[in-house]
C-alpha cells in the first residue's frame, strides 16, 4: 500500500480531478436514482378501478333551452345507447375519474355535528349514478354496495343536502375513525355541518382525480346521485373491444342527439399513462444522464490509466526484473484504482447528501434514503475496476527487458 | 504564427485520435445537455411585452373575511367584480383592464359544419392598446361599447380565416352559442410566451380566438370559465359574479411613470382603507403592485420541473468539465518531452502556453459543433412532449451563438490550468527523463 500512496503524491493534481470527477458522478448519479425511485413508486399506485375495462367519453349538449328534466331525459337517452353498443356491458355516469387530472371537487367535512369549520379539509367527491361501484370495478372491503333508493338528486355546488349514504376509502375511513369501524358512522358536510351522510361502505383502494404529493392520494368520497351535470360517460367492456367502441361512439351519441360537442373521449388505460407522462420521461432523462455520467467517468479513468501505464513502462520493466510476478503489477494498478475511486466515494457521498438537501429546499423533494448511497459507490468501485482492468493488464503485459531498455 | 500553433494542434490530436475524439465527446454531450435545457428555460422565462413589460402591473387587494386571518398573508391573485369596477372607473392609470378567460361556441353560418369550441378572453376596451395587440383588420371596441354590453367581438385572424376563407370578417355577424355578434376587429396572430395577463389555467397556453366585452359576456351569460376563489359559504348553482364574495378577474393597469406607480400604490391603500370604512372590506389594507416580471416570478410561472432539469444538466456539464481538464492535462504532461525541446531551443513559456491553447480551442471548436447538434436533437426531443410549452422548444439565433461560444469558453478555460502546469515543466529535467 505504501508505495502507491508515495507514487500518487506525486500525481496530486490529476488523481484530485479524477477524484473530483467520481466524487461529482457519485453525488449526481445517487440522486437520480433516488428520483427514479420516488417516480416509480407514484407511478405503481393501484388506481382503484378496472383499469383495462373503461373507456370515457365527455360530451357538451348545446341545448340551453333545456330545464334539469329535459337534460336528464337526454342523459338517460345517451346512457341506453352507449349500454346498447355492441360490446359494452355497462354504462354509468360520473364527475371524475382517478388520474383523471380534471373535474375535481373538493370538499370540507367532520365526524361531528355543529362544528363551525370543517375539521378534514380537500377530500374528493366521486358522484355516481346507479351501477357506478360495479361497472367501475370498485371493490368493497366492507359493507355494501349503495341501494338503488339511495341515488339521489345533488350537486355539490348547490349547497344542499348529500345523498343518505356514502361510500369513503380505507385510507379515509382510517384517518376519519382511526380505532372505530367506519361503518354506520355519521359524516357531516356543508355550512357548519348542518347535513348528514352515513358511510354504507368501505373501498379497497380509490385514487384521487389528481395526486399532489405522496399524502392524501385516496382522501375522497363516493356519493351516489341520479344525474350529473357536466359529467362524463365511463363505459365498461371486454379490452379488446375498446378500440371499436372508442370509434363509435361519436356516431352513436350523434343518433340520440347530434346538437353536441364531444369534448374528449379515450381508453382509461391511456388517460392513466397520459397522467405518468411526464414521470415517464423524467425517468428516461435520468437514465440516459446516468449512463453519460458513468461512460463518462470509465473513459476518463481509461485515458488516465492508460497515460500512467505509458509513463511507468520503464519502472514496471524494473519491478518485473527484480522480482515482480504480473500479477502483482496488475493488483498495483487495481489498488491504485481502488483507492482513487474510495477518495472519490467518500468525497461524493457528503456531495450526495448536500445535493439533496438543495433539492429538498428548493423542490418539495423528500430526504434522501441513505440506502441509495452504498447502491452508488458500488456502482462506482465496479466501474472503475472495469475501466482500469483493459491498462492494467497491458502493464502487466510488460516484459521484464523492457528496464535494460534507455527509453 | 497562430497558423502555425493550429497546424502543430491538428498534428498532435490527430496523433491520439481517441483521447481526442473522448475530449470532444465529453464537451459535446456537456454542452449539449445544458444548452437544451437553457435554451427552454430561456424560452420559458422570456419577457412576453419587452417594450411594455415596465409599465404593467398587476394590483392586488384583499377583500376577505377575517376567518383565518393571519398577519402577513398574501392577498387573493384575483379581483371581485366590485373591486375591478372600481378600478376600473377611478381610471388612474393610462390604461386599465379587467378580464377573464373561458370558452364560446361557435355555430358556423353555413349550414353542414358543426359548432365548436374555442378559447375566449372577456375583457374590457383598453385591453388591446394597453397590450399593443397587433390588428390585421379593424380595432377593438370602445369603452361606451362596454357600458352597453354591445355586441361585439373581436377575433383571431386564424378564426377568421376558418370561418371565412380569405374575405373580409369584419362586420360579419357571428352566433356564439345562443347570441349574434358583430366581428368589429381581426387581429394578427398573438400569443404572448408567457401567457402573463392570465395564468390561471397553466402559463404557456395558446392565445384566445375571441374577445369579447366581459360585461356583455356576463350578461349573456357566455362561458366564463379560468378559477374561482370564494370565501363564506355558498350555492354555486345560478352563481351571481357581479356580487358574489368570489376573486375571478385579472386585472391590469399600466402606468408610465415612477410618479404614476408611486400614486398608484398609495391609492390601492386608500381604497381599501375606504371600504373597510364603508363595511365591505374586513381586513386591514393589504394591497400588493406586481410589474409584469415581478408577477410572473410571484407566480412561479416555469415549472420546478424545468428547473430541476436545468440543474441535472448543469450538473453534468461540470462533470464533463472535470473530465475534459483531466484528460488535457493526461495529454499536456505527456508531451513533457516535446515541449522541453520547443523550451530548450528557444520558445517563451508564454508561447508554449498559446500553443497548448490553440489545442485546446481546436477541441472546443469540434465540441461546439457535437455540442450544437446534440441540442438541435435535445430540443426535437422535448418538443415531442405533451406539456403545453414543449412545441416553444427551438434554438434562436442568440442561443445558438451562446452556445459556440460557451463551448469554446468552457474548453480554453478548462485548458488554462493544465497549459500552465504544462509550460512549466522545467525543460532540463524533461530532457533528462528523454
Same mark, same amino acid.
Given at each position: 500500500?505504501?508505495p502507491i500512496l508515495s507514487a500518487l503524491k506525486h500525481h496530486k493534481t490529476t488523481v484530485v480531478l479524477v477524484m473530483l470527477e467520481i466524487a461529482l458522478t457519485?453525488?449526481?448519479?445517487?440522486?437520480?436514482?433516488?428520483?427514479?425511485?420516488?417516480?416509480?413508486?407514484?407511478?405503481?399506485?393501484?388506481?382503484?378501478?378496472?383499469?383495462?375495462?373503461?373507456?370515457?367519453?365527455?360530451?357538451?349538449?348545446?341545448?340551453?333551452?333545456?330545464?334539469?328534466?329535459?337534460?336528464?331525459?337526454?342523459?338517460?337517452?345517451?346512457?341506453?345507447?352507449?349500454?346498447?353498443?355492441?360490446?359494452?356491458?355497462?354504462?354509468? /355516469?360520473?364527475?371524475?375519474?382517478?388520474?383523471?387530472?380534471?373535474?375535481?371537487?373538493?370538499?370540507?367535512?367532520?365526524?361531528?355535528?355543529?362544528?363551525?369549520?370543517?375539521?378534514?379539509?380537500?377530500?374528493?367527491?366521486?358522484?355516481?349514478?346507479?351501477?357506478?361501484?360495479?361497472?367501475?370495478?370498485?371493490?368493497?372491503?366492507?359493507?355494501?354496495?349503495?341501494?338503488?333508493?339511495?341515488?339521489?338528486?345533488?350537486?355539490?355546488?348547490?349547497?344542499?343536502?348529500?345523498?343518505?349514504?356514502?361510500?369513503?376509502?380505507?385510507?379515509?375511513?382510517?384517518?376519519?375513525?382511526?380505532?372505530?369501524?367506519?361503518?354506520?358512522?355519521?359524516?357531516?358536510?356543508?355550512?357548519?355541518?348542518?347535513?348528514?351522510?352515513?358511510?354504507?361502505?368501505?373501498?379497497?383502494?380509490?385514487?384521487?382525480?389528481?395526486?399532489?404529493?405522496?399524502?392524501?392520494?385516496?382522501?375522497?368520497?363516493?356519493?351516489?346521485?341520479?344525474?350529473?351535470?357536466?359529467?362524463?360517460?365511463?363505459?365498461?367492456?371486454?379490452?379488446?373491444?375498446?378500440?371499436?367502441?372508442?370509434?363509435?361512439?361519436?356516431?352513436?351519441?350523434? /343518433?340520440?342527439?347530434?346538437?353536441?360537442?364531444?369534448?374528449?373521449?379515450?381508453?382509461?388505460?391511456?388517460?392513466?399513462?397520459?397522467?405518468?407522462?411526464?414521470? /415517464?420521461?423524467?425517468?428516461?432523462?435520468?437514465?440516459?444522464?446516468?449512463?453519460?455520467?458513468?461512460?463518462?467517468?470509465?473513459?476518463?479513468?481509461?485515458?488516465?490509466?492508460?497515460?500512467?501505464?505509458?509513463?511507468?513502462?520503464?519502472?514496471?520493466?524494473?519491478?518485473? #526484473?527484480?522480482?515482480?510476478?504480473?500479477?502483482?503489477?496488475?493488483?498495483?494498478?487495481?489498488?491504485?484504482?481502488?483507492?482513487i475511486v474510495s477518495g472519490g466515494i467518500a468525497l461524493g457521498l457528503l456531495l450526495a447528501v448536500a445535493l439533496n438537501l438543495l433539492l429538498m429546499k428548493h423542490?418539495?423533494?423528500? /430526504?434522501?434514503?441513505?440506502?441509495?448511497?452504498?447502491?452508488?459507490?458500488?456502482?462506482?468501485?465496479?466501474?472503475?475496476?472495469?475501466?482500469?482492468?483493459?491498462? #492494467?493488464?497491458?502493464?502487466?503485459?510488460?516484459?521484464?527487458?523492457?528496464?535494460?531498455?534507455?527509453? | 504564427?497562430?497558423?502555425?500553433?493550429?497546424?502543430?494542434?491538428?498534428?498532435?490530436?490527430?496523433?491520439?485520435?481517441?483521447?481526442?475524439?473522448?475530449?470532444?465527446?465529453?464537451?459535446?454531450?456537456?454542452?449539449?445537455?445544458?444548452?437544451?435545457?437553457?435554451?427552454?428555460?430561456?424560452?420559458?422565462?422570456?419577457?412576453?411585452?419587452?417594450?411594455?413589460?415596465?409599465?404593467?402591473?398587476?394590483?392586488?387587494?384583499?377583500?376577505?373575511?377575517?376567518?383565518?386571518?393571519?398577519?402577513?398573508?398574501?392577498?387573493?391573485?384575483?379581483?371581485?367584480?366590485?373591486?375591478?369596477?372600481?378600478?376600473?372607473?377611478?381610471?388612474?392609470?393610462?390604461?386599465?383592464?379587467?378580464?377573464?378567460?373561458?370558452?364560446?361556441?361557435?355555430?358556423?353560418?353555413?349550414?353542414?359544419?358543426?359548432?365548436?369550441?374555442?378559447?375566449?378572453?372577456?375583457?374590457?376596451?383598453?385591453?388591446?392598446?394597453? *397590450?399593443?395587440?397587433?390588428?390585421?383588420?379593424?380595432?377593438?371596441?370602445?369603452?361606451?361599447?362596454?357600458?352597453?354590453?354591445?355586441?361585439?367581438?373581436?377575433?383571431?385572424?386564424?378564426?377568421?380565416?376558418?370561418?371565412?376563407?380569405?374575405?373580409?370578417?369584419?362586420?360579419?355577424?357571428?352566433?356564439?352559442?345562443?347570441?349574434?355578434?358583430?366581428?368589429?376587429?381581426?387581429?394578427?396572430?398573438?400569443?404572448?410566451?408567457?401567457?402573463?395577463?392570465?395564468?390561471?389555467s397553466g402559463g404557456y397556453q395558446d392565445g384566445e380566438q375571441v374577445f369579447m366585452p366581459l360585461s356583455t359576456a356576463l350578461a349573456l351569460h357566455q362561458g366564463?370559465?379560468?378559477?374561482?376563489?370564494?370565501?363564506?359559504?355558498?350555492?354555486?348553482?345560478?352563481?351571481?359574479?357581479?356580487?358574489?364574495?368570489?376573486?375571478?378577474?385579472?386585472?391590469?393597469?399600466?402606468?408610465?411613470?415612477?410618479?404614476?406607480?408611486?400614486?398608484?400604490?398609495?391609492?390601492?391603500?386608500?381604497?381599501?382603507?375606504?371600504?373597510?370604512?364603508?363595511?365591505?372590506?374586513?381586513?386591514?389594507?393589504?394591497?400588493?403592485?406586481?410589474?409584469?416580471?415581478?408577477?410572473?416570478?410571484?407566480?412561479?410561472?416555469?415549472?420546478?420541473?424545468?428547473?430541476?432539469?436545468?440543474?441535472?444538466?448543469?450538473?453534468?456539464?461540470?462533470?464533463?468539465?472535470?473530465?475534459?481538464?483531466?484528460?488535457?492535462?493526461?495529454?499536456?504532461?505527456?508531451?513533457?518531452?516535446?515541449?522541453?525541446?520547443?523550451?530548450?531551443?528557444?520558445?517563451?513559456?508564454?508561447?508554449? *502556453?498559446?500553443?497548448?491553447?490553440?489545442?485546446?480551442?481546436?477541441?472546443?471548436?469540434?465540441?461546439?459543433?457535437?455540442?450544437?447538434?446534440?441540442?438541435? *436533437?435535445?430540443?426535437?426531443?422535448?418538443?415531442?412532449?405533451?406539456?403545453?410549452?414543449?412545441?416553444?422548444?427551438?434554438?434562436?439565433?442568440?442561443?445558438?451563438?451562446?452556445?459556440?461560444?460557451?463551448?469554446?469558453?468552457?474548453?480554453?478555460?478548462?485548458?488554462?490550468?493544465?497549459?500552465?502546469?504544462?509550460?512549466?515543466?522545467?525543460?532540463?529535467?524533461?530532457?533528462?527523463?528523454?
Open positions: 500500500m505504501h457519485c453525488a449526481i448519479v445517487s440522486n437520480a436514482l433516488f428520483l427514479i425511485g420516488d417516480r416509480l413508486s407514484d407511478m405503481q399506485l393501484t388506481t382503484g378501478v378496472a383499469n383495462n375495462e373503461l373507456v370515457w367519453v365527455n360530451s357538451d349538449s348545446l341545448r340551453e333551452d333545456g330545464n334539469p328534466a329535459s337534460r336528464m331525459s337526454l342523459e338517460q337517452a345517451d346512457l341506453t345507447a352507449l349500454r346498447d353498443m355492441r360490446g359494452v356491458t355497462g354504462v354509468v /355516469r360520473v364527475n371524475s375519474l382517478p388520474l383523471l387530472d380534471a373535474a375535481m371537487w373538493r370538499s370540507g367535512i367532520s365526524v361531528q355535528p355543529g362544528l363551525p369549520k370543517a375539521t378534514f379539509n380537500n377530500i374528493a367527491m366521486y358522484l355516481g349514478t346507479p351501477g357506478i361501484v360495479g361497472e367501475l370495478g370498485i371493490k368493497l372491503e366492507q359493507g355494501r354496495d349503495f341501494l338503488p333508493q339511495e341515488y339521489a338528486d345533488y350537486s355539490p355546488s348547490a349547497n344542499q343536502a348529500p345523498p343518505s349514504a356514502v361510500i369513503v376509502t380505507r385510507a379515509l375511513a382510517d384517518r376519519l375513525w382511526p380505532s372505530q369501524s367506519a361503518l354506520g358512522q355519521p359524516i357531516f358536510m356543508g355550512e357548519k355541518g348542518k347535513y348528514v351522510t352515513r358511510v354504507v361502505g368501505v373501498t379497497t383502494h380509490l385514487l384521487n382525480p389528481t395526486l399532489s404529493g405522496r399524502t392524501n392520494s385516496e382522501d375522497n368520497l363516493l356519493l351516489p346521485v341520479r344525474s350529473i351535470p357536466g359529467g362524463m360517460y365511463v363505459l365498461r367492456m371486454e379490452p379488446a373491444a375498446r378500440d371499436a367502441v372508442l370509434r363509435d361512439i361519436p356516431a352513436v351519441l350523434d /343518433r340520440v342527439d347530434n346538437d353536441r360537442i364531444i369534448t374528449g373521449s379515450n381508453s382509461y388505460a391511456r388517460t392513466v399513462s397520459d397522467y405518468f407522462h411526464d414521470d /415517464r420521461a423524467l425517468i428516461w432523462l435520468l437514465l440516459v444522464v446516468i449512463g453519460c455520467l458513468l461512460a463518462l467517468t470509465a473513459l476518463g479513468v481509461v485515458g488516465l490509466s492508460s497515460f500512467w501505464v505509458q509513463q511507468r513502462t520503464h519502472q514496471i520493466g524494473i519491478r518485473r #526484473a527484480v522480482g515482480a510476478t504480473r500479477n502483482d503489477i496488475l493488483r498495483y494498478f487495481q489498488t491504485e484504482n481502488f483507492l423542490y418539495e423533494l423528500p /430526504r434522501l434514503p441513505l440506502g441509495y448511497l452504498p447502491i452508488a459507490a458500488l456502482v462506482l468501485w465496479v466501474l472503475g475496476q472495469l475501466a482500469v482492468l483493459g491498462p #492494467a493488464l497491458r502493464a502487466a503485459a510488460v516484459p521484464p527487458v523492457v528496464a535494460t531498455r534507455s527509453v | 504564427m497562430f497558423g502555425y500553433y493550429f497546424d502543430l494542434a491538428q498534428r498532435s490530436l490527430r496523433r491520439n485520435p481517441v483521447l481526442t475524439a473522448l475530449m470532444v465527446l465529453a464537451i459535446g454531450l456537456g454542452i449539449g445537455a445544458s444548452m437544451t435545457m437553457l435554451t427552454v428555460l430561456h424560452v420559458m422565462s422570456g419577457n412576453p411585452l419587452p417594450e411594455r413589460s415596465t409599465q404593467l402591473f398587476y394590483p392586488q387587494l384583499d377583500p376577505r373575511g377575517m376567518d383565518d386571518y393571519r398577519v402577513g398573508e398574501e392577498p387573493p391573485t384575483q379581483m371581485a367584480w366590485i373591486d375591478a369596477t372600481n378600478l376600473l372607473k377611478a381610471r388612474k392609470g393610462t390604461h386599465q383592464a379587467a378580464m377573464s378567460g373561458g370558452q364560446v361556441t361557435v355555430r358556423p353560418a353555413q349550414g353542414g359544419n358543426r359548432a365548436f369550441y374555442v378559447d375566449a378572453r372577456f375583457t374590457t376596451a383598453d385591453f388591446f392598446a394597453m *397590450f399593443d395587440v397587433p390588428f390585421a383588420r379593424g380595432g377593438g371596441w370602445s369603452s361606451s361599447d362596454d357600458d352597453k354590453q354591445a355586441r361585439v367581438i373581436v377575433v383571431a385572424k386564424t378564426l377568421a380565416d376558418k370561418l371565412y376563407g380569405g374575405g373580409q370578417a369584419v362586420g360579419k355577424i357571428l352566433r356564439l352559442g345562443q347570441n349574434d355578434f358583430r366581428i368589429v376587429g381581426v387581429i394578427e396572430p398573438w400569443s404572448p410566451v408567457p401567457h402573463f395577463y392570465d395564468l390561471t366564463i370559465g379560468g378559477s374561482l376563489e370564494c370565501w363564506g359559504y355558498m350555492s354555486f348553482n345560478n352563481l351571481d359574479r357581479k356580487t358574489a364574495p368570489c376573486s375571478w378577474l385579472q386585472f391590469w393597469v399600466q402606468l408610465d411613470t415612477p410618479a404614476q406607480q408611486r400614486a398608484y400604490r398609495e391609492f390601492l391603500v386608500s381604497y381599501s382603507q375606504q371600504q373597510k370604512m364603508l363595511g365591505r372590506f374586513m381586513r386591514p389594507p393589504n394591497t400588493r403592485l406586481h410589474d409584469l416580471m415581478g408577477w410572473l416570478d410571484y407566480n412561479k410561472v416555469v415549472p420546478g420541473s424545468v428547473q430541476l432539469q436545468t440543474l441535472l444538466a448543469l450538473g453534468f456539464m461540470l462533470v464533463c468539465l472535470v473530465n475534459t481538464v483531466a484528460l488535457l492535462l493526461v495529454k499536456f504532461l505527456r508531451r513533457g518531452g516535446e515541449m522541453g525541446v520547443r523550451r530548450a531551443m528557444g520558445a517563451s513559456m508564454r508561447s508554449i *502556453f498559446a500553443q497548448l491553447l490553440a489545442e485546446a480551442t481546436l477541441v472546443g471548436l469540434c465540441g461546439g459543433v457535437a455540442g450544437v447538434l446534440l441540442a438541435l *436533437f435535445g430540443l426535437w426531443v422535448v418538443r415531442q412532449q405533451p406539456a403545453q410549452y414543449a412545441g416553444l422548444a427551438h434554438l434562436d439565433a442568440p442561443m445558438l451563438y451562446a452556445t459556440f461560444v460557451l463551448a469554446l469558453c468552457t474548453t480554453v478555460l478548462a485548458a488554462m490550468f493544465p497549459a500552465w502546469r504544462a509550460c512549466r515543466l522545467p525543460p532540463a529535467r524533461a530532457l533528462k527523463i528523454q
